[in-house]
T-cell receptor, first 111, second 112 residues
């Protein structure tokens, strides 16, 4: 269907450990977006990937788009308590009129 | 520059009551969306509007109606609320050129 599958559902890490969340699709994606939602907050756009094999970095965050454009990952190096929240991937239809979200990965960071 | 503004932030309804969630954006975006968020299910698209005067169904439209009043405003109406509609509702808008979604702060609705 339209959905993207996201794993794991939850992740608990000690501050300083790394964290990775994965987003998978059974069909080829034209793009993948990542959002972060802090507890009690609203989703905030992080990045969009469109090219096969694309890798983008934002400070400690590394985003990858698979070569086959069917999967993506978000990796956080040396987590901090400010990274706590739920991370969602989302795919947009080619004309950006519909966005479909994964179920999210909830990250908890213990200080 | 307020971005996307939703009202109300909280609402409690009884089964069968009706209500309208209001959303307005000041970013001159063409596209606007209504999502609902339930635990463990991510965000599910209810309705969207690609431009003023047009609306279309998303993944979970049953029990809802929408109105794109003008370019700024997009409202979501529950005609006869049901407990299954207890959720957090987010309005969002996007600039078609960048594809980035901007979300409001959410409206927490409880139907008893």
């Amino acid at each position: 269907g339209q959905q993207v599958m996201q794993i794991p559902q939850y992740q608990h890490v000690q501050e300083g450990e790394d964290f990775t969340t994965y987003c998978n699709s059974s069909t080829t994606l034209s793009n993948i977006q990542w959002y972060k939602q802090r507890p009690g907050g609203h989703p905030v756009f992080l990045i969009q990937l469109v090219k096969s094999g694309e890798v983008k970095k934002q400070k400690r965050l590394t985003f990858q788009f698979g070569e086959a454009k069917k999967n993506s990952s978000l990796h956080i190096t040396a987590t901090q308590t400010t990274d706590v929240g739920t991370y969602f991937c989302a795919r947009a239809q080619y004309n950006f009129n519909k966005f479909y979200f994964g179920s999210g990965t909830k990250l908890n960071v213990k200080p | 520059n307020a971005g996307v503004t939703q009202t109300p932030k909280f609402q409690v309804l009884k089964t069968g009551q009706s209500m309208t969630l209001q959303c307005a954006q000041d970013m001159n975006h063409n596209s606007m969306y209504w999502y609902r968020q339930d635990p463990g299910m991510g965000l599910r698209l209810i309705y969207y509007s690609a431009s003023e005067g047009t609306t279309d169904k998303g993944e979970v439209p049953n029990g809802y109606n929408v109105s794109r009043l003008n370019k700024r405003e997009f409202s979501l109406r529950l005609e006869s609320a049901a407990p299954s509609q207890t959720s957090v509702y987010f309005c969002a808008s996007s600039d078609k050129g960048t594809g980035e979604l901007f979300f409001g702060e959410g409206s927490r609705l409880t139907v008893l």
